[in-house]
């Protein structure tokens, strides 16, 4: 089975997390092949948008771990750093449509896309420093300028998780509805009806005044979390959530 799919829908690009029985925990190989569909619909001009969505009951449990453990990403040619590295430079309009849990680069990724669409059931984390790692994706400078410095400290250091709601009411969440997956692509249907250069000029527009930005920012964030993750406090973090999870199955 594939765990990264593509379909066109009209002028839509759809991609899905498909691996539901693991909760769309994301692998190496899955990283890739989110890099590689985000390239190739970024220089297909019949493609308007892309709708980032997941298959089961949750949009993604973050990195599987083991995986993760068994490869490290402290490379900057890394699969995850040319996903990342696709989301940054993406040009066209991306949708997101969450439901179920949003964890680790589930939620940060977000702060990459244009419009994100919730569903009621959907629950949001970035539990970084519980696994003695540091926040990624330019997470550490987006997510305070969208929410507030205090705010944005308290939900990375602590790991709290929030709600649909409190994500609306921050800004992460643009709307919520109960099909989320059906209303982004409404949404995606729409901007695919607009003169094209246009929306891609806009988005180009809206984002260079930070753009360089970010990219320092997570070139930084790249370098602390490799050393971070070579490290005795995120190895033993690791190690208590392993056993932890373990008990639990």
């Known amino acids: 089975m594939t765990e990264i799919t593509t379909a066109k829908r009209g002028q839509t690009l759809v991609i899905t997390f498909n691996r ?6 994301l692998t190496r190989d899955m990283y890739a092949g989110l890099a590689a569909a985000l390239n190739e619909a970024a220089g297909d001009f019949s493609i ?83 696994l003695g790692l540091v926040p990624e994706a330019g ?18 250091m602590t790991g709290d998780s929030f709600d649909a709601t409190e994500a609306k009411e921050m800004g992460l969440v643009e709307s919520i509805a109960a099909d989320a997956e059906a209303a982004a692509l409404e949404i995606a ?38 050393l971070a993750l070579q490290s005795e406090e995120a190895a033993e973090a690791f190690m208590n959530f392993m056993s932890k999870r373990n008990n639990r199955e």
Do not use: W
């Open 20 to 25: 539901p029985e693991k909760m769309n925990a």
């Open 139 to 156: 997470s550490s400078k987006l997510f305070p300028e969208l929410v507030g410095y205090q705010r944005a400290a308290r939900i990375f």
């Open 48 to 130: 308007r948008a892309v709708v980032l969505t997941s298959a089961g009951e949750h949009f993604t449990a973050g990195n599987d771990i083991k995986d993760f453990m068994a490869n490290p990403p402290t490379e900057e040619s890394s699969d995850v750093a040319r996903f990342l590295g696709a989301l940054l430079e993406f040009p066209k309009p991306l949708i997101a449509a969450v439901k179920g849990n949003a964890v680790g680069v589930g939620t940060t990724m977000l702060l990459h896309c244009d419009i994100v669409v919730a569903s009621p059931t959907a629950k949001f984390s970035m539990p970084f420093t519980s």
């Open 189 to 226: 249907e729409k901007i695919g009806n607009q003169p094209p250069q246009a929306i891609i000029n806009t988005k180009a527009l809206m984002k260079a005044g930070k753009h360089d930005a970010v990219a320092a920012v997570m070139k930084a964030e790249f370098q602390i979390f490799a």
